[in-house]
């Protein structure tokens, strides 16, 4: 119960309606207590008549105020159960929403090095299956713990007070019917675990079969595919199956031991009855009917002790996360002004996860509003150099500074506010065009949109769209292709007006033409915010103020166009092989 405690102030926050769904509880099931005592006191007034002790009209009106009565008290409990149901699992629902809040809140504050080591489908399931496990203690097992209290309580005290030799045999099975519950609610939850994990595979087979239709159609690997969802689903019906056979053992064994108490009802209440020692026959019937009104609630306490384990085990689970403490932390509380000076001074970096040292002590310097244009091979560190920039990771040696200050003693909120960052792989939201352009400025214009569009040059393609600027993008919308994603993306960071702009690779799908013009935009648009530019196109690059190559995470050459054309090594050569090209 140690990490069910992370409850405790959400239930401190819903203490009232708790309190009051807890009332209510007890009054729904005392009132469900009365039936048994009217039915008991009913069949007596009938065997009254039948012995000839109570006259006609006696009889009639004790029986019709017992009917009364027992409509009255079952319309009451009735009443009772349905608000019970509408407090307590209600506050269960609000405990549900704020702990997935707090777990998605969570989420939003951990570095990124938190989504490398951790898999996206764990992180789904923690916050839909497992808050919806601890859920399952926050209402249904409170609600059913007090129920059973509250039943046994009230009706025990009835049933000692009425005969409590009775009472002791019809007792007996109960504990045996909790224990066997409990034993077969375990088996029940492991087996379903199976089948969900099952199933959780089987879904991620189809869904990546699904988004990679193009490649399984082209290479006809169609039967392939059949086959190997068959085996997988053909694995799930035999876990389903698995799960139905314990599934089905419940209801007959309830059935069974609630038949086992009625017999002892009647056969020791009788014989008791037959001896004397219960004053009426009415007491058997009572006694019946609290057998049945006890063996569900007794049947629960196995139930939820199964369901608070769990709900632990999912809790654990929970604040295995929410413990964790993101990497990079904002350790300064007041505003910084930004304007854009960069400094790297012999910066090396290693991702921690993978253990591969992207960067070797790289230093250059960036005055704001200049232009730094980046190239080398594959795999150089190029884009490593733009997430320390946005502190995505930051660096275990060396030290970056921005505007004169290490870059960890300035605000981190006004730092990433200050970057308009284009990523190397375009990633765009299912949502239309315009959210799309407006996520780098909430309040944007509509003229704000069109301008950042068309200084991205996608505006065109986007009027082209029947629904233009509002067309959805995504799985249930249309897919652009790489060059217009590529552009949407840029236009996303223009329109924030940044005082850095970190573009990664961002002009590779554009034809060459397109790309000279939109680096003519941007080059008016941000002629004095610092730019650095990577790309692997020598025309990307030739208008920067400084360049660097990157060789394995190290700088191998460093200068501007008009210099490095001329010297021996990477950017010349490149120079020379895109220069013939373009003469082809
Ligand atoms: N998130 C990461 N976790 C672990 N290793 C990484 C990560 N990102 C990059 N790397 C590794 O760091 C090295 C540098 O990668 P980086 O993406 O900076 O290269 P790049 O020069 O931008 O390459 P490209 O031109 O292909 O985009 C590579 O060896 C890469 O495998």
Redesign the pocket.
């Known amino acids: 119960m140690k990490a069910l405690k992370h409850l405790n102030k959400y239930f401190y926050k819903y203490r009232y309606r708790l309190i009051v769904g807890i009332i209510i509880t007890i009054i729904a099931k005392i009132f469900a207590l009365f039936t048994p005592r009217l039915i008991g006191a009913s069949i007596n007034v009938i065997s009254e008549k039948f012995s000839g002790t109570i006259s006609q009209e006696d009889f009639e009106s004790q029986l019709i105020t017992n009917i009364i009565y027992l409509i009255g008290a079952a319309i009451i409990a009735g009443l009772f159960t349905f608000l019970m149901r509408q407090t307590i699992i209600n506050v269960s629902r609000y405990i549900e929403f704020d702990l997935k809040n707090e777990v998605y809140k969570h989420y939003q504050v951990l570095s ?1 090095s938190f989504y ?1 080591s951790n898999r996206t489908g764990d992180l789904m399931n923690r916050i839909s299956e497992d808050v919806g496990k601890v859920r399952m203690y926050a209402g249904p097992a409170i609600m059913y713990t007090i129920n059973t209290v509250t039943l046994f309580t009230v009706a025990l005290t009835q049933m000692i007070s009425t005969a409590p030799k009775l009472t002791m045999y019809t007792m007996l099975p109960l504990p045996i019917l909790s224990f066997i519950i409990y034993k077969l609610s375990r088996l029940i939850n492991h087996r379903s675990k199976i089948v969900q994990e099952s199933l959780s595979g089987l879904s991620s087979y189809t869904q990546e079969q699904f988004s990679g239709i193009s490649v399984i159609k082209s290479y006809t690997i169609e039967p392939s595919v059949n086959n190997e969802f068959e085996i997988l689903s053909s694995e799930n019906r035999q876990k389903q199956i698995d799960l139905a056979k314990v599934q089905a053992f419940f209801f007959p064994l309830m059935i069974l031991l609630i038949g086992v108490s009625n017999l002892l009802v009647i056969f020791i209440g009788g014989k008791q009855y037959i001896d004397g020692e219960i004053e009426s026959i009415g007491t058997i019937a009572e006694f019946i009917i609290y057998v049945n009104m006890l063996t569900w609630p007794v049947a629960t306490v196995g139930w939820v002790t199964s369901i608070v384990q769990q709900a632990e085990a999912s809790q654990k689970r929970i604040n295995e996360f929410l413990e964790q403490e993101p990497e990079i932390k904002n350790t300064v509380d007041e505003a910084t002004a930004i304007e854009g000076r960069i400094e790297f001074n012999n910066v090396s970096f290693t ?1 921690p ?2 253990n ?1 040292t ?1 960067l070797k002590n790289v230093s250059f310097q960036l005055e704001a509003g200049e232009k730094l244009a980046i190239l ?10 733009l ?1 320390l920039i946005g502190r995505l990771y930051d660096t275990q040696e060396g030290e970056i500074k921005v505007d004169d200050k290490l870059i960890t003693n300035i605000n981190l909120f006004n730092l990433r506010e200050s970057i308009g960052y284009v990523p ?1 792989d375009a990633f765009l939201f299912s949502d239309s065009i315009k959210n799309n352009i407006m996520f780098g400025k909430e309040d944007a214009t509509e003229e704000e949109v069109i301008e950042a569009a068309k200084n991205a040059r996608v505006h065109k393609n986007i009027i082209g769209f029947k629904n233009g600027y509002n067309t959805i993008l995504g799985e249930r919308g249309i897919t652009l292709s790489g060059g217009q994603k590529q552009r949407v993306s840029i236009a996303r960071a223009i329109i924030k007006s940044p005082d850095i702009l970190l573009l ?2 961002c002009l590779s799908a554009v034809d060459t033409e397109t790309e000279e013009k939109i680096l003519k935009n941007l080059e008016r648009i941000s002629h004095n915010k610092t730019t650095i530019i ?1 790309s ?1 196109r020598i025309s990307s690059a030739k208008n920067a103020d400084k360049i660097i190559v ?1 060789d394995e ?1 190290r700088i191998i050459q460093s200068g501007t166009h008009q210099t490095l054309k001329k010297t021996e090594g990477y950017y010349r050569d490149l120079y020379l092989k895109q220069r013939s090209e373009k003469e082809m």
């Open positions: 990124l490398k991702y996860d993978t591969i992207a080398g091979m594959t795999g150089a560190g190029k884009s490593t150099i997430d190397q990664d690779d990577v692997h990157l995470g």
